[in-house]
T-cell receptor
Framework: DTEVTQTPKHLVMGMTNKKSLKCEQH?????MYWYKQKAKKPPELMFV???????INESVPSRFSPECPNSSLLNLHLHALQPEDSALYLC???????????FGPGTRLLVL | QKEVEQDPGPLSVPEGAIVSLNCTYS??????FMWYRQYSRKGPELLMY????GNKEDGRFTAQVDKSSKYISLFIRDSQPSDSATYLC????????????FGAGTQVVVTP
């Protein structure tokens, strides 16, 4: 089973709201990722967790806050977002950071 | 210059034709090569991956890597309308902590 699940599927939030995106995998993968994807563009890496430790932060604004509570779960906490943050947020996982990544279906976020 | 170049298309082919997609890359440190298929408003789905030069076949799909030319290809035989999607090449450097370099993605339209 190569399934990565993400909730919610869709999210609409105001600029003053706080919300969280969730990602889960049960493949025993030890690396997990957050990506942001705008329309007609490839995914852009935001964060990499390896063995539950943050190993890459691609200079992402602090209004995005990742959290890896355990090896199966990855959260992305959102606060005071801007309309330009509206995008598809993708989670991915791999056995290790140097291996093939499997993506979830994404959360479509709209910031009003 | 981008590290991975991919023609964004769109590429329109009649049903049953062979679809030929390719990417070029600039850095010989790239060692792992993947192709993803992404339907509109969905997450990328891993189609093929390979770590070595040569061909790899899986059903109607063939992935080809030429490390000496820094060129990778994906061929889809007997194309179907359900193959209409965006195809993304993704390449990983050794010791990159999982930071995939994506091509721009090629939009493919298979017409009945």
């Amino acid at each position: 089973d190569t399934e990565v699940t993400q909730t919610p599927k869709h999210l609409v939030m105001g600029m003053t709201n706080k919300k969280s995106l969730k990602c889960e995998q049960h493949m025993g993968h030890r690396a997990m990722y957050w990506y942001k994807q705008k329309a007609k563009k490839p995914p852009e890496l935001m964060f990499v967790y390896s063995y539950e430790k943050l190993s890459i932060n691609e200079s992402v604004p602090s209004r995005f806050s990742p959290e890896c509570p355990n090896s199966s779960l990855l959260n992305l906490h959102l606060h005071a977002l801007q309309p330009e943050d509206s995008a598809l947020y993708l989670c991915a996982s791999s056995h290790a950071a140097q291996e093939t990544q499997y993506f979830g279906p994404g959360t479509r976020l709209l910031v009003l | 210059q981008k590290e991975v170049e991919q023609d964004p298309g769109p590429l329109s082919v009649p049903e049953g034709a062979i679809v030929s997609l390719n990417c070029t890359y600039s850095n010989s440190a790239f060692q792992y090569f993947m192709w993803y298929r992404q339907y509109s408003r969905k997450g990328p789905e891993l189609l093929m991956y390979t770590y070595s030069s040569g061909n790899k076949e899986d059903g109607r799909f063939t992935a080809q890597v030429d490390k000496s030319s820094k060129y990778i290809s994906l061929f889809i035989r007997d194309s179907q309308p359900s193959d209409s999607a965006t195809y993304l090449c993704a390449i990983l450097k050794t010791d990159s902590w999982g930071k995939l370099q994506f091509g721009a993605g090629t939009q493919v339209v298979v017409t009945p």
